[in-house]
């Protein structure tokens, strides 16, 4: 199998397509964010990559609290739409109809009510990375919608249809292929 040699790229796709929520206690804004994960689990870590030129970076640097706000595919319209309108000109809670509610344990980030998962994150360092600076941060508290709760208490992703985006284009998840470890589970044997 022969393969092209290309330039280094950031040609990792797909990434989770989020909306990051802050506020400084005058005005609030949305960001539409790709390049998000996990980065550790105790304590439980995140970060976002963000543009200087961007209206919510100075918000998150002042203020060092955001949230993530998982998408969905009934919420890809205004996903897209905080990704290429700035909060400078225009009030995206408002224009979008998405509802603005109080995250418990940060001070001025709000949650999107619309979203079926919020991770409050308040920044832990800022690093100057080059065309973009990363915002680590621990994740404070996690806000999760009863409507896709499980009868075993768990969170059913399928059923809250997330999206992830890829070279420019939003997706749903497909079909589910395996459950971690199911490669080395034994069977069980049939009587």
């Given at each position: 199998m022969?393969?092209?040699?290309?330039?280094?790229?950031?040609?990792?796709?797909?990434?989770p397509?989020?909306m990051?929520?802050?506020?400084?206690g005058?005005?609030?804004?949305?960001?539409?964010?790709?390049?998000?994960?996990?980065v550790?689990?105790?304590?439980?870590m995140?970060?976002?990559?963000?543009?200087?030129?961007?209206?919510?970076?100075?918000?998150?640097?002042?203020?060092?609290?955001?949230?993530?706000n998982?998408t969905t595919a009934?919420?890809?319209?205004?996903?897209?739409?905080?990704?290429?309108?700035?909060?400078?000109e225009?009030?995206?809670?408002?224009?979008?109809?998405?509802t603005k509610?109080?995250?418990?344990?940060l001070s001025?980030a709000?949650?999107?009510g619309?979203s079926p998962?919020?991770?409050e994150c308040?920044?832990?360092?800022?690093?100057?990375l080059?065309?973009?600076?990363?915002?680590?941060?621990?994740?404070?508290?996690?806000?999760?919608?009863?409507?896709?709760?499980?009868e075993?208490g768990?969170?059913?992703?399928?059923?809250?249809?997330?999206?992830?985006?890829?070279?420019?284009?939003?997706f749903t998840?497909?079909?589910k292929?395996?459950?971690?470890?199911?490669?080395?589970?034994?069977?069980?044997?049939?009587?």
């Amino acid at each position: 199998m022969a393969k092209q040699i290309w330039k280094p790229g950031t040609v990792l796709y797909p990434l989770p397509a989020v909306m990051v929520s802050c506020g400084d206690g005058e005005k609030d804004n949305i960001i539409t964010v790709a390049w998000t994960g996990i980065v550790n689990t105790d304590p439980p870590m995140t970060y976002i990559s963000l543009r200087k030129s961007r209206y919510s970076y100075e918000i998150i640097k002042n203020t060092g609290e955001f949230v993530i706000n998982v998408t969905t595919a009934s919420l890809t319209k205004a996903t897209d739409w905080c990704g290429v309108r700035s909060g400078r000109e225009h009030d995206k809670f408002s224009m979008m109809n998405l509802t603005k509610e109080k995250a418990p344990h940060l001070s001025n980030a709000p949650i999107i009510g619309e979203s079926p998962l919020s991770l409050e994150c308040r920044v832990t360092e800022i690093k100057d990375l080059g065309s973009h600076t990363m915002f680590l941060s621990e994740i404070v508290g996690v806000l999760a919608d009863e409507r896709y709760m499980n009868e075993d208490g768990s969170f059913d992703f399928e059923k809250s249809e997330p999206i992830c985006y890829s070279h420019g284009e939003y997706f749903t998840l497909g079909k589910k292929l395996g459950k971690f470890g199911y490669s080395v589970r034994k069977k069980k044997r049939r009587k």
